[in-house]
Antibody, heavy 119, light 109 residues
Framework: EVQLAESGGGLVKSGESLRLSCAVS????????LNWVRQAPGQGLEWVSS????????YYADSVKGRFTISRDNARQTLDLQMTKLRVDDTGLYFC?????????????WGRGTLVTVS | SYVLTQPPSASVAPGQTARIPCGGD??????VHWYQQKPGQAPVLVVY???DRPSGIPERFSGSNSGNTATLTISRVEAGDEADYYC????????????FGGGTKLTVL
């Protein structure tokens, strides 16, 4: 079964750092582009960052550029999001999502999310 | 920056057709994707590339895209279709790449 599972969320204070991870199963990790999408409480979806299958293409939303770093390890089949200088408005549920191919297009499969709370 | 505009809410009676618009500058030149999100759940892709359906999504879900408006159409609406719906495009610019509309809450009367 194809699955994505986020971890690493928690409660932190403004200015602190947090590292999110996404573990996958059921598909060849190295062939797909991956993304982070977040959702503030009671709000809509916000795209955060994307990384192509070979890490050749990396994109960030302006709201996180310079503070967040997306990375992947195809050998270990892990996707990470290093978040620094966290702000209250970074609070939300962070989803890991897979593209249908090696470059970002749309979010074909989603994890259940991990909650980040910044106080 | 590229903006996608959706009405915050829409309502439809069971058995009728719901149409949810997504406005954007020359959106007809882009591929539009749609997601359904029910309370407490992760989003689910329901339409991709304007009018294709992932496996497992009922034929009642369809899309169109032309000019400045893309539309998600849900035919023969059921109570279980009540959810938030988001449109999305991939538009690389200096400050973003993935772009979501604000979402439309569909209420089944």
């Amino acid at each position: 079964e194809v699955q994505l599972a986020e971890s690493g969320g928690g409660l932190v204070k403004s200015g602190e750092s947090l590292r999110l991870s996404c573990a996958v199963s059921g598909f060849d990790f190295s062939k797909y582009s991956l993304n982070w999408v977040r959702q503030a409480p009671g709000q809509g979806l916000e795209w955060v960052s994307s990384i192509s299958s070979s890490s050749d293409f990396i994109y960030y939303a302006d709201s996180v550029k310079g503070r967040f770093t997306i990375s992947r390890d195809n050998a270990r089949q892990t996707l990470d999001l290093q978040m620094t200088k966290l702000r209250v408005d970074d609070t939300g549920l962070y989803f890991c999502a897979r593209d249908p191919a090696g470059v970002p297009q749309y979010f074909q499969l989603w994890g259940r999310g991990t909650l980040v709370t910044v106080s | 920056s590229y903006v996608l505009t959706q009405p915050p809410s829409a309502s439809v009676a069971p058995g009728q057709t719901a149409r949810i618009p997504c406005g954007g500058d020359n959106i007809g030149s882009k591929s539009v994707h749609w997601y359904q999100q029910k309370p407490g759940q992760a989003p689910v892709l329901v339409v991709y590339d304007d009018n294709d359906r992932p496996s497992g999504i009922p034929e009642r879900f369809s899309g169109s895209n032309s000019g400045n408006t893309a539309t998600l159409t849900i035919s023969r609406v059921e109570a279980g279709d009540e959810a938030d719906y988001y449109c999305q495009v991939w538009h690389v610019s200096s400050d973003h790449a993935g772009v979501f509309g604000g979402g439309t809450k569909l209420t089944v009367l």
